[in-house]
């Protein structure tokens, strides 16, 4: 350490000790560390008291600071904010994994004593709430009294059920103490390689429960006076088969806290304690008020309806850990958003159907957290990004659905799976308003799972136990969008500023080197714009002894359903090769598959010898890979919105020419014919040539395909008769299917009476399912609740009320919002029951 | 108007929303003063929720190990309360209320004096005057 360096440790070190002098002090005169002499708990409840009674963050109904001295608030938040950034940037330095350094999965956050985020920083900041929730979760539970909270104090958190998405989140939460009170809290968490989970890698796939996920570490304690227990130091590595990454991961996250406390040390000289608490109050409830307000500026009050699907298909998947785990899951997400005259915003995901034994379902953490993921990218990009948001939102998540288990036994290693595809009617319900009020350039078809994620782990290059956990996936082709096409192999949502990462830098730490990256064709949706492109990787694995690599994506079904007439991006698919000519193939300088652009070429197949997987699926357990063996990791595009067939064809032919579209595609998709005019390539295109539009051709095919529309086309009305003779006679309808609708009949009693009511089906109406269906369906609906939060704050009661009528309604049938006199009313209020009128 | 409630129990609900309920006007201002007893009222809080439920402004203090009597009654007169609410934890096999220690200190203190209240969960002295 440099002298500097050592200065400040030791600088840190006696303040510390002060300041632990102050709160023991404080604690003999039975006083508690949250302000003016109150117990964190206090403070906390005084704070969810105050804030519902007046509807604005901790009574302050208004802006002092902020009215007086706008100037003055904006330099110090943003201060305050650029502290985060640079604690982001500098501290991501120290860490030794592309997940980190490249791709940049670090998020930081500055929290008020009560947990509530003031400012985030930029990268992962679907973790604006998830620490929220980890530090009341602590104040909830009594953590002042034991094991005690105190300044110097690190604590860590991973655990969904108290607040995170998904246990390969880490996250690190320091107090900040001044003159013996709690002024705030600094909190950092990036995602890690490897969590000790049954299969290698962050976010294993085969597990039916939790304790197949890894190590669950629940919001403990594991240090003080800014050291590291011995007792976690020796703990935490051997539960990972990547110790020295997550050593160096910590240090990263502890680098960004202790750069966040000095700032707020800082902020505190220079402008006084006084000042930055009311700075932390307002800006909480600034970012509150700039939600609503950019939502009564935006959007139309009104319900907003939509669904997504997406699979998980378990059966006859090797390697699964239980045998009733062997089974096929959809996951349903019926989503309503109410907005009312005053801009509140309200989600409900009543129908959701039930969790399974399988890694995706969801914590209202994670839900909360990702959805407001989205939300900052569409609906408060210019306002402060904080917990202001928290406030400003109301969810229903059904306890017991996938989005909400309130059981500590389900698995949550991949909840993004289910969370990013529920989150897709989201997309369309805010499109759908904002295109009613005239802004379009906000539209968005939508950017839902996108991902694969390659993922696995063995004996690497160097003869060690090593995980890999490819990030890739951080740049995607994302929906497009009313005005303009989709970015191409951009960014994903869950992390803005994505980015593929040098393919030098996986190879580092990955024995998975490049044969080929490239555009992927034909996997934006196609729309009068253009959902953008995803891209592929093709991986050979070299010096490795019992290596495992296995998919992780959507494959049959795709959870974005495209905007205005526009068509979903493709979906997943798997390619494997095994036991390969590869090795013979480089000896003799023969040509060997760097891509698959075009799945049904057979190019692939005519560059390689071997046992050769495809599958329309895109999920697969570990699996053993060998030397030369091949993998492709298809990372997908986003969606389309518009009439395919109202798109410039001169734009098709710009696509083929930047190898987003194949020319055979253009036709199929577009009705857009193209001629090929020369065999020598000018422009970046995966298909060898130059392209021009044949106009009259694609005139001519354009009208005799809207031609064959009109033949095709019936009534809504015919339709609906043949789907419910269908639903009602069971026929064409497969078990899966079957079981999803059934799942969510019975968590659903509303959902369940406007199924049958919308189908026409008898009051008694069920789907016969499987016995193996049947016994599924039970086993999981007999385990109950095993909640992990023993005393719930205020706040989750909005997801929890679920008795008779939730706190936020759903309106399945023929109830509307309009029915209800506020944004507080419920419909057990007005004496109306639900699924009546 | 405002108001000491003297908290001995955590789980002293009973007799604060009697108070809340019966005594406090909406909008005056109470004052939760824990003794030492109480390490903290979070959950208590959470229970009643005295704004949401009762539109009543509160803050909470607390007694020192240690503490006398007149700590009681010199925050009652910083305060200016115009009355204090303590508990009743126990009733005699007839029903009245068990008047314990503190409660008679306060009540005998010579620099306070009151109209005594006895409700089913609490004792209230009410229109408080000081004598200093």
Partial sequence: ?837 | MTTILLIKSADQHPSVRETLDSVAEPGETVYFLRLPTVRCLGELIQEVNPMIEYDVEYTISCLPTGYEVADVVDFAVDVEADRICIGIFERTLTGKARIDDLTQSILLHEHVSGDLVVGDHAIILENLDYDQ
């Fill in chain 1, 1 to 837: 350490m440099s002298q500097p360096d050592e200065n400040k440790a030791e600088q840190r070190r006696s303040e510390v000790q002060r300041e632990k002098e102050l709160v023991r002090e404080k604690r003999r005169r039975n006083e508690g560390i949250g302000w003016d002499g109150r117990t964190l708990r206090e403070q906390l409840a005084e704070l969810e008291d105050k804030t519902e009674a007046t509807g604005h963050y901790a009574g302050f109904e208004r802006l002092e600071f902020k009215d007086e001295q706008p100037i003055r608030y904006e330099q110090l938040y943003s201060r305050l904010r650029g502290d985060l950034v640079t604690a982001r940037e500098t501290s991501k330095k120290v860490s030794a994994t592309p997940i980190v350094e490249q791709e940049g999965e670090l998020c930081y956050g500055l929290f008020t004593p009560e947990g509530d985020s003031i400012a985030v920083s930029t990268g992962i900041i679907v973790h604006v709430h998830t620490m929220s929730e980890a530090i009341k979760f602590m104040i909830n539970h009594d953590y002042e009294e034991s094991p005690g909270i105190e300044p110097g104090d690190i604590f860590v958190n991973n655990d969904p059920h108290v607040g995170d998405v998904h246990p390969c989140d880490l996250m690190t939460i320091i107090p900040i103490f001044h003159e013996g009170e709690l002024i705030a809290w600094a909190g950092g968490v990036n995602h890690v390689i490897d969590t000790g989970a049954i299969g290698p890698g962050s976010m294993n796939v085969s597990q039916a429960s939790r304790f197949g996920d890894g190590a669950y570490y629940t919001a403990r304690k594991i240090g003080e006076n800014f050291e590291l227990y011995n007792s976690w130091k020796k703990e935490y590595p051997a539960k990972t088969r990547t110790p020295n990454f997550l050593k160096l991961d910590e240090r990263t996250r502890i680098t960004g806290c202790l750069m966040i406390r000095d700032s707020v040390k800082e902020l505190i000289d220079r402008a006084g304690v006084e000042t930055f608490k009311q700075l932390s109050r307002e800006a909480v409830e600034d970012g509150r008020r700039g939600f609503r307000s950019r939502i009564k500026r935006t959007l139309l009050p009104g319900t907003y309806r939509g669904v997504s699907f997406v699979d998980a298909l378990y059966e006859d998947q090797e390697n699964v850990t239980r045998e009733y785990a062997n089974e096929n899951h959809i996951m349903h997400a019926p989503s309503e958003l109410h907005i009312r005259e005053d801009a509140s915003f309200q989600v409900s995901f009543e129908g959701a159907n039930k969790w399974g034994w399988h890694p995706y379902n969801c914590t209202p953490a994670a839900i909360q957290g990702g959805i407001w993921v989205m939300l900052t990218q569409t609906v408060i990009p210019n306002e402060l990004v904080n917990d202001g948001a928290y406030y400003a939102c109301d969810f229903h998540l059904p306890v017991g659905s996938w989005a909400n288990t309130q059981n500590t036994e389900t698995a949550h290693a991949y909840a993004w799976h289910f969370l990013v595809s529920a989150w897709a009617p989201l997309w369309q319900h805010l499109s759908r308003g904002y295109y009613a009020r005239g802004f379009w350039e906000e539209i968005n078809a939508g950017n839902a799972n996108t991902s694969n994620w390659l993922q696995g782990g063995g004996i690497d290059q160097f003869d060690k136990l090593h995980a890999v956990n490819s990030f890739e996936a951080a740049c995607e082709g994302v929906g497009a969008r009313y005005v303009e096409d989709g970015e191409p192999h951009a960014s994903a949502i869950w992390n803005p500023e994505g980015d593929m990462g040098d393919a030098e830098a996986w190879e580092q730490v990955e024995p998975l080197p490049f044969l080929g990256r490239a555009v992927k064709p034909n996997t934006g949706g196609p729309g009068r714009r253009a959902g953008g492109a995803g891209f592929e990787s093709m991986r050979t694995v070299k010096d490795v002894s019992r290596w495992l690599l296995y998919e992780m994506g959507n494959g049959y079904m795709t959870s974005d359903g495209g905007l205005f007439g526009g068509y979903p991006a493709a979906s997943g698919y798997i390619l494997n090769a095994q036991e390969t000519d590869l090795k013979e193939r480089f000896e003799n300088r023969e040509e060997y598959p760097q891509h698959d652009l075009d799945p049904e070429s057979g190019e692939f197949e005519s560059k390689i010898d071997g046992e050769i997987t495809r599958r329309p699926e895109g999920i697969s357990t570990p699996k053993e890979f060998d030397d030369y063996d091949v993998y492709l990791n298809y990372l997908r595009g986003g969606s389309g919105l518009g009439d395919p067939l109202e798109r410039d064809p001169e734009k098709v032919v710009e696509d083929i020419h930047d190898g987003y579209v194949l020319p055979r595609h253009a036709r199929d998709a577009y009705a857009v014919v193209v001629d090929k005019v020369s065999d020598e390539a000018k422009h970046n295109s995966a298909v060898q040539g130059e392209w021009a539009v044949d106009e009259a051709a694609t005139e001519q095919l354009r009208e005799k395909r809207m031609a064959e529309r009109a033949e095709k086309a019936q009534p809504v009305s015919e339709w609906y008769e043949q789907q419910r003779e269908r639903i009602q006679n069971e026929q064409d309808l497969i078990d899966d299917v079957k079981k999803t609708y059934e799942s969510s009949m019975r968590m659903s009693q509303p959902f369940a009476d406007f199924y049958r009511e919308f189908w026409d089906l008898p009051d008694d109406f069920t789907f016969e399912l499987s016995e193996e269906s049947q016994q599924s369906l039970d086993n999981r609906f007999d385990s109950g609740i095993r909640p992990m939060w023993d005393s719930f704050t205020r706040r989750h009661k909005t997801w929890l009320d679920v008795d008779e009528e939730p706190y936020v309604p759903y309106t399945w049938s023929s109830r509307s919002i309009r029915d209800l006199p506020d944004s507080s009313s419920t419909f057990s209020e007005t004496g109306q029951p639900a699924g009546e009128d």
